[in-house]
Structures are given as structure tokens and as C-alpha cells.
């Protein structure tokens, strides 16, 4: 079936870094567009970041341009978010979310989450 | 950025009742709006795009509406299942955005 994983989360100081990974399985990858969500503790959803099925087109959040970068690898099947100069506000659960290609721009499919705390 | 409000924020209805959330969005995003349902501890789930278009799986008892910047999802027949967080959000214009979230109470 239709599967997204997110691994990476976990405990990081401020203005470390780390990268997620969100593992794409049951569906043909490579006709999905693909975002990253998150969600702060107990506040609402928050788009962070788009990438095109074949890497052609990125975009970003403001609140996060020029510290995160997003990344695929569909031989893989496989999302990648890179991120940088973590601050406290970027803890978040982060959720890997995409849709298909003409099809229509809601987030149709969705992992389950990682958690990424930033604290010192 | 458009702006989604939602309300109310909160919305207590029985069983067997029916809700109706609404999202108003600061300029027109056509029907580019889409409905999320988050029951705690889970991910989001699709329940409408399109404004009015329901997602696979999802029960006729939930039915959305409207165009440019107002927009309803009204759930009928409310089962305790569906206490949860309705979120809208529009993918008109980058940023896609989303509404701050109205919590169902069953």
C-alpha cells in the first residue's frame, strides 16, 4: 500500500544540523510532487518546503529559506530535508507529504511524522 | 501570503448532528482549497480538494463547498470517530498556506 516513513528526528542544539529522510514505498515515486510539513507542539500545519518530481523546481517556506534545503533521489524512492542553523522554533514534527503529477495540488499523501526538537 | 481564517474554533455537536466549518481566505484562490481531518497523534488526512471533490475513501457525509474566498465543509451524521482538527488550506499561490485549525467535538 501507499506508504511514506520520516526518520532523522531527534534531539539537536541550536544552530546544529541534520537531514530527514522520508522512505516512499507502494506508488510510483517518481510522479509525485513532494512537500514537507510540519507541525509545532500543539499549533497548527505549516508548509516548509516543495520539490518537483524531477527536481526542477524547489521552493521554500520564509522561515526557513537559506537554512533548509530539499532534495530527492527517486532511484531510491527517497525525500530528503537538509537542515541548517537549527533554531528553537523549528521544533516541530515534520511530515513528508506529496501529490500526484495532473493531478490536483492537495496533500493527498502523507507519512507519519519525526520529531525534531531543538534545545540546548 | 493569503491568509485562511477559520471558525469557529472550536465546534461541539452530538452524535448524530451535523458541523459546519467554514474558511474565508484574504484573496480568491478559485477552487484551489482542500479540507484535512487530524485526530490526535496522527498524521493528516485528505477529505476534500477541488473545494467540493472528495478524496478517495471518504464517507458522503462529508461535503464541501464554495468558490474564490469562502468556502464550507459541512460533516452530517457526526460519529464520535469524527471528534478531530479541521484544517483548510489553498494551493492558488505559493505559499501554500493553511487555516489555524477548528477543533470537532462529538
Known amino acids: 500500500q501507499v506508504q511514506l516513513e520520516e526518520s532523522g528526528g531527534g534531539l539537536f542544539k541550536p544552530g546544529g544540523s541534520l537531514t530527514l529522510s522520508c522512505a516512499a514505498s507502494?506508488?510510483?515515486?517518481?510522479?509525485?510532487?513532494m512537500n514537507w510539513i510540519r507541525q509545532s507542539p500543539g499549533k497548527g500545519l505549516e508548509w516548509v518546503a516543495y520539490?518537483?518530481?524531477?527536481?526542477?523546481?524547489?521552493y521554500y517556506a520564509d522561515s526557513v529559506k537559506g537554512r533548509f534545503s530539499v532534495s530527492r533521489d527517486n532511484a531510491n524512492s527517497s525525500l530528503y530535508l537538509h537542515m541548517n542553523r537549527l533554531r528553537a522554533e523549528d521544533t516541530a514534527v515534520y511530515y513528508c507529504?506529496?501529490?500526484?503529477?495532473?493531478?490536483?495540488?492537495?496533500?493527498?499523501?502523507w507519512g507519519h511524522g519525526t520529531v525534531v526538537t531543538v534545545s540546548s | 501570503e493569503i491568509v485562511l481564517t477559520q471558525s469557529p474554533a472550536t465546534l461541539s455537536v452530538s452524535p448524530g448532528g451535523s458541523a459546519t466549518v467554514t474558511c474565508r481566505a484574504s484573496q480568491s484562490v478559485r477552487t484551489n482549497l482542500a479540507w484535512y481531518q487530524q485526530t490526535p497523534g496522527q498524521a493528516p488526512r485528505l477529505l476534500v480538494s477541488g473545494a467540493s471533490s472528495r478524496a478517495t475513501g471518504v464517507p458522503a457525509r462529508f461535503s464541501g463547498s464554495g468558490f474564490g474566498t469562502e468556502f464550507t465543509l459541512t460533516i452530517s451524521t457526526l460519529q464520535s470517530e469524527d471528534s478531530a482538527v479541521i484544517y483548510c488550506q489553498q494551493y492558488e499561490r505559493w505559499p501554500y498556506t493553511f487555516g489555524q485549525g477548528t477543533k470537532l467535538e462529538i
Open positions: 507502494g506508488f510510483p515515486f517518481i510522479d509525485y510532487y
Open positions: 520539490i518537483s518530481h524531477r527536481s526542477n523546481t524547489v
Open positions: 507529504a506529496g501529490w500526484e503529477l495532473l493531478v490536483s495540488d492537495a496533500f493527498e499523501i
